[in-house]
């Protein structure tokens, strides 16, 4: 079953798209920063002046959108998930850190930090390397619906997997990821058995529903832990590291 799910999901690679094609609808960045600004209004993150979320590093020339589509039994095709990553070349000006400058946990979060002093110096000689990317923005259609059926559900968890399986391609096997995320997505990775180290943890903003988590995870080991894992997981995972992503234009229509 999770093939034939996966027979109707493909992966695009988008990166350097134009501002009217990040706000233009039925386009592949304009539905994905549709639904990133749908999803944070939701969960109070701070977005633009005209309350759309697109910040620096939608501009930035070392941003990609790792985006999957799924085409409906009637032909249609609709924008299922989302991650971008973005190569930094700086830990301390990576977003996922600057998400913690206002938090309200942040005297926690720099004690956390200097605990994790060894960790951060890995992730500063990575970045100075080339090998540290950003993960930003991870959002999935599925999380902005009250009601989310088994067969939502499973179209959902293909996506991600066969995503996450091209963006691993991407960036190669020395490549670390930093992030910064919720509890959701902290459940999904423990429910996949990706091991990563957390640097921090605590409330970023004061309307928050729960902890942020600060952590960093190397991208090749992560991937041959989801390859000796669950069988369907692994098949996932693998068909998205193969095939990997289309380049394709932020401007490209999904319908």
């Known amino acids: 079953m999770a093939e ?15 501002n009217r094609a ?20 939701m969960h109070h993150w701070p977005v633009g002046e005209d309350g759309v979320d697109i910040d620096t590093y939608d501009h930035d ?23 971008r990553l973005t190569k930094a070349y700086d830990f301390a000006d990576t977003l996922s850190l600057a998400m913690w400058n206002e938090a309200v946990d942040r005297q926690k979060m720099t004690r956390d930090l200097v605990k994790h002093k060894q960790d951060v110096a890995i992730l500063k000689k990575a970045a100075k390397k080339g090998n540290l990317y950003d993960l930003t923005r991870l959002v999935t259609a599925m999380s902005l619906l009250a009601e989310r059926s088994p067969k939502t559900k499973r179209a959902t968890y293909a996506a991600l997997l066969l995503m996450l399986g091209a963006a691993m391609k991407h960036t190669g096997p020395d490549a670390f990821w930093l992030f910064t995320t919720n509890r959701e997505t902290k459940r999904f990775l423990d429910k996949l058995g990706i ?3 957390l640097l921090a ?3 970023i903003g004061y309307s928050d529903a729960g902890d942020s988590y600060l952590g960093w995870t190397s991208a090749p080991a992560a991937y041959e832990q989801l390859k000796s894992g669950n069988p369907v997981i692994a098949r996932l995972v693998e068909r998205g590291y193969t095939k990997g992503a ?6 490209s229509s999904v319908s």
């Open 195 to 197: 091991q990563y180290a």
């Open 201 to 203: 943890d605590g409330r």
């Open 22 to 41: 990040l706000r233009k609808p039925r386009t592949l960045a304009g539905d994905y920063i549709a639904m990133r600004t749908t999803y944070g209004k």
């Open 246 to 251: 289309t380049r394709q234009s932020g401007a």
């Open 61 to 83: 020339p070392h941003t990609i959108y790792f985006l999957a589509t799924e085409r409906s039994s009637f032909g249609r095709v609709h924008l299922s998930a989302g991650l």
């Open 4 to 18: 034939r799910i996966a027979d109707k999901i493909h992966i695009s690679a988008v990166s350097k798209p134009s």
